[in-house]
């Protein structure tokens, strides 16, 4: 994986969600997990305002990133894997972290 692509993917991708863009976030999923991202939304903070990307560890075939997104008055901090699907970087898993 690039890495600098791949980093601005995310960061692309964080800032998507902070601003409800579903269109632009359900098309960051792997067309197997497209369907379940209404559900896993359901993890995050309502209103989303605000998504800080923590960390990013980039492996040959797949990276890790950590996404804190805030609320009024809670946040969460999601862990996606991310892998390369179609020349681009898309998320394979997604959940909260521990």
Excluded: K
């Amino acid at each position: 994986m690039d890495a600098e692509i791949t980093r601005e993917h995310i960061r692309n991708h964080a800032v998507a969600v902070e601003l409800g863009d579903m269109d632009a976030v359900v098309l960051d999923f792997t067309t197997d997990l497209q369907p379940q991202v209404p559900q896993i939304a359901q993890a995050l903070p309502r209103p989303v305002t605000a998504a800080e990307v923590l960390s990013v560890e980039i492996g040959d075939t797949e990276c890790v990133a950590l996404i804190r997104y805030s609320g009024d008055t809670e946040e969460v901090t999601i862990r996606s894997r991310w892998q390369e699907e179609g020349g681009r970087p898309v998320i394979v898993a997604a959940e909260p972290a521990a």
